[in-house]
């Protein structure tokens, strides 16, 4: 328990029923719920009964790095997971109660947005994209396409929830499962078979949950589920944090846990271990004409330090060139010596271009955070979809993006035709393949090459059954990519050579990865379990499309960090620059939204709200030294129109004495000091 501050301990301590830590930001949450783990454990309770469940897989990461360092050995067997991966550990074990194959797939976000073009009858990308954005809100509320249906508030709605219905139908024809099924399923599970949910409840002793304030309205449901009457949990989360309403997360689970569990211990952790306290005074001072659920000030011993800078531009371009202009300036006075240390948060996507020019001018080494994942890739998709069919012969989407990625002759009139055929006899793709009345419907020469596609996924399958460790994996998913001939296809299917090449690079990158997990050198995906036991290529292939980058165990890299402010929620730089912090930016245009005008008004002040928040989880990733900039003017579309400083800037409070910054002016005294200093220097050793 040393190093733990009283709030801490008790945190720690308390072991016996339901307990609500509220982590302040930067007040030792990821301590809290690792030494918990050990306690636990010390406490008498099996490794295997404990689960701690995270947002994403680099937390899951880090949590499993410091339980080991913790209990040592003991900690592989915690199930220290995101809320997903627990959710494909349930259906793998029990789905076959719904009707789910083992082996099921899980579809990406692409393969969503296709099958739901298909079955809104629609070509258009924006509005399948529509579609699937309601659909996936429905699904966190815990609707199903009738429930959704009956409570639609127009016919736009009305439309959605019919395509949400013939989506429904043919998730269940590929044995295919999207994300938000990974938790909406496992709560099916749960709700609708007493021995499944028995079971779960006697196998988790205790049940930890990171970032609580993140949970939607169908975690919230699974975790009651999950810990029944004996609420033996840990929630851990700050409201003030709460950033995800756009996606379904909700403060309402905080305001119902006390109700639902009377007998809640509410732990507040308010010391702050990350900023100094001007930093701090800045982000309790916005925070705090939002409603409090539980009401909470952050404070820190590490001294007044540098006061909040306020930064004036008189446009985009300016901003930035004030941006570089400060990070010199703390480079040459010493204060920051790495460029890792130093970050850009902007509330939006698009604002990041005008900082990577002036970067790239000033020759300022940086990563935008939140780029496009390895998995997005074109190459890493194909790839994705070869193993997930081997995997799930049901899968229809995956089977055709292997059947044309390389081509092989068999062309979109053959699928189409073959797609119609399976339809009327209600079989997958793939098992259509080998149907006595195939060749009614299709050419013989097309059956042909269908045939030999068909053979070759049913041999792949077989062979990678029986791949087990790393160096097996490795020759077979090289003699693979050599028998489809994959490298060629990627040089013809690219006009440069360079670009080709890296993305071939990409491939051997996959395959090294994919050749380490079957040796167990890599932990299970998402996190289920740090056992290094050797795996088949079946087993990993099935985990697949759970990972959201193959990134995410990448070494930190020496740069300057652009971001946005949700992507940098969690994490801490010692100089923080909060950029375009302007009216209509942040906090974000705050339209009316049609409908009533209470409900309207009611739902412009929780945007704001939200938007507040935002403004003060960006305040809080500072260590050390924090610039708030905002411009004049700024663009829109074409144009050009005068711009207004956020409220929040006012907000913050801070003394006018203090508040404004040329970093440039100061840049330029700074260099001056210098060069005076070196020509003293330089005078005393020609007088000596």
Known sequence: MSG????????????????????????????????????????????????????????????????????????????????????????????????????????????????????????????????????????????????????????????????????????????????????????????????????????????????????????????????????????????????????????????????????????????????????LRAANNVIGPNPKLFPKTLFSELGEGEPVRIVDADNEAHEAERVVARIQSIRENGQGKDWKDFSVLYRANHMAKVFEQAFRKAQIPYKVSGGQSFFDRAEIKDLCAWLRLIVNNDDDPAFLRAVTAPKRGIGHQTLTSLGVFAGQYKLSLFGALFSPSLASAISSRSVGGLHEFGRYINDLEFRARHTQGAEDARTFLVDWLKDIDYEKHLYEGEDSEKLAAARWTNVMEFIDWMAQRCGGQIDDAGGVTMASSKKSLMEVAQTISLLSTINEREQEQNVVTLSTLHAAKGLEWPHVMLVGVNEGLLPFKLDDDGGAKGQANEGILQRLQEERRLMYVGITRAQRSLAVSWTRKRKKGRDTIAAQPSRFIAEMSLEKATTKEDPREKLKALRAEFARKAQESAAAAGGA
């Open 4 to 279: 733990l501050n009283l709030a801490q301990q008790e945190a720690v301590n308390y072991l016996h029923g339901p307990c609500l830590v509220l982590a302040g930001a930067g007040s030792g949450k990821t301590r809290v719920i690792t030494h918990k783990v050990a306690r636990l454990i010390a406490a008498g309770l099996e490794a295997k009964r404990i689960a701690a469940i995270t947002f994403t897989n680099k937390a899951a990461a880090e949590m499993r790095e410091r339980a080991k360092q913790l209990v040592g050995k003991g900690a592989s067997e915690v199930m220290i997971c995101t809320f997903h991966a627990l959710g494909v550990r349930m259906l793998r074990q029990d789905g076959a109660a719904l009707g789910l194959k083992p082996q099921f797939s899980i579809l990406d976000s692409d393969d969503v947005t296709s099958i739901l073009k298909d079955a809104g009858g629609s070509t258009d990308a924006a509005t399948a994209r529509q579609w699937q954005w309601a659909i996936s809100l429905w699904k966190n509320m815990g609707l199903n396409a009738a429930q959704a249906e009956a409570q639609a508030a127009d016919d736009n709605e009305r439309i959605t929830a019919r395509i949400m219905a013939r989506y429904e139908e043919r998730l269940i024809a590929y044995q295919g499962v999207d994300f938000d099924d990974l938790i909406g399923l496992p709560l099916k599970l749960l709700q609708q078979h007493a021995d499944v949910r028995e079971k779960w409840q006697a196998q988790l002793g205790h049940v930890l949950v990171d970032e609580y304030q993140d949970t939607n309205a169908t975690q919230y449901e699974l975790l009651k589920l999950l810990v029944g009457e004996r609420a033996r949990f840990t929630a851990v989360g700050d409201d003030d944090q709460s950033i995800y309403g756009w996606r379904g997360a909700t403060l309402d689970n905080l305001k119902k846990l006390p109700l639902d569990f009377p007998q809640l211990k509410v732990i507040k952790l308010e010391q702050n271990y990350r900023s100094t306290s001007a930093i």
